[in-house]
């Protein structure tokens, strides 16, 4: 049993369904409380396994009673709730940090402002191809604390949000990688970029000299705060400019990969392309090479690796047209990524609910890679009054099968046509995931 006899799970999502049922395996008593609506599925789970909720309210009376709470990444620290808890002293911690003490598997975290999700599943594929007993979790697909419940495994690869890491205590990952840090969800950082920084270098906060941090070399906001901040973890660092004594990068079009041993990779032989796609090739290859994979499956991993779905996945090619989606690029830095791959001539269908973009920064890959932009948006302003002297096609569209026709109608053979939007969705999707089905679905319709 446990020192803690009553958790109080707030928010019934992914994760806070999979620590109640953790919770519920080892002992505790558990309460799940939700201030709006539950899902259906998740609802049945709950009842399945015989776990008091509530949903639409907060008691409080029954939350001020908890030994611990596990927050929702979802529910910032902000909120009033959350704040008279901790002053209450009652620990509120992440379904991250509650999952992680009970298993023994080695923890191999992973998190950035992009790049993190493909990172992840190279580093699972990898380690699954070398016959490693390994799961993925995290961020990606379902939560830590319910892959506990369902099997053992010896290596957990984590794919950590900043939301995830802001409630950490003492989890504590073998190898930590940090794929990059671009401005993000400053709204949750009281606007200030030092706060966003810092909580993603919490990945690293209770690593030890036996531990790892990979990291990108090339990014000057992770360089400079690791030359002013202690770091106690091993620095191993990635590079596509300079060479390196020690880590990865980037020399007569392949990857060198130089730690514990020495090996190289061709870029004409890897699954993904682009140089974001190369970093994190090199990011995953440092991790697997620490934990001692043979250099050859790592070789056949990055060459039959698979992509994340909606981060530049080819879709179909019709008339010698490619469609791309790349949904998941919600912000600048991905779109960046996307645009900077384009080889051909590109349609590019941007916009949603803007994060206050400054799409200045595309301008140069703009002029360069695209033809046309059509707009997928409520308000598309922002952008026309950015490109509108650049770009002499840009078409206003509301829906994503008006979109395609449009892109398709715009395009010739040989050319790209893009969805990569550098926006959240919720302006006229449920979320990024269904704005990449129904762009795919309109394809399929062409």
Known sequence: MNDN???????????????????????????VSDIGDIKQNFVEELRRNSIDFEA????????????????????????????????????????????????????????????????????????????FKVEEAGNIGFGFARKLTEKSFDYAVLELSSFQLDGIVDFRPHIAI????????????????????????????????EDFLIYDADDAVITNWISSHPIKAKLVPFSLKKQLQEGAYLQDNKIHIIINKRFTMSLNTLALQGNHNIKNSMAASLAATLLKVRKETIRESMEDFEGAPHRLEN????????????????????????LESMRK?????????????????????????????????????????????????IVETRGAEEAVKVAYKLSEKGDNVLLSPACASFDLFKNYEDRGNQFKEAILKL
């Open 5 to 31: 006899k009553y958790i109080v799970v707030l928010g019934a999502g992914e994760s806070g369904v999979g620590a109640a049922l953790l919770a519920k395996q080892k002992g505790y008593d558990v309460f």
């Open 345 to 393: 001539p590109t349609i590019w269908i941007v916009g949603g609910e803007d994060k206050g973009n400054d799409y200045m920064e595309l301008m140069p890959l703009v002029r360069e890679n695209v033809k046309a932009i059509v707009c997928l948006g409520v308000d598309n302003s922002k952008i026309i009054n950015t490109f509108k002297n650049v770009m002499p096609i």
């Open 56 to 131: 639409k309210q907060h008691s409080v009376d029954r939350i001020f009673k908890a030994d611990v709470v596990v927050k929702s990444p979802g529910i910032p620290d902000t909120v009033p709730l959350i704040q008279q808890l901790v002053k209450a002293n009652i620990p509120v911690i992440s379904e991250i940090e509650f999952a992680a003490k009970y298993t023994k598997a080695m923890l191999l975290g992973i998190t950035g402002a992009n790049g993190k999700t493909t990172t992840t599943m190279m580093l699972y594929h990898i380690l699954k191809k070398a016959g």
């Open 178 to 209: 940090l794929t990059n840090i671009t401005p993000d969800h400053l709204d949750r950082y009281d606007h200030k970029f030092d706060n966003y920084i810092a909580s993603k270098f919490r990945i690293t906060k209770n690593q030890t000299p």
């Open 315 to 338: 879709v179909l090619k019709i008339g010698g047209v490619q469609f791309i989606n790349d949904s998941k690029a919600t912000n600048i830095n991905a779109t960046y990524y996307a």
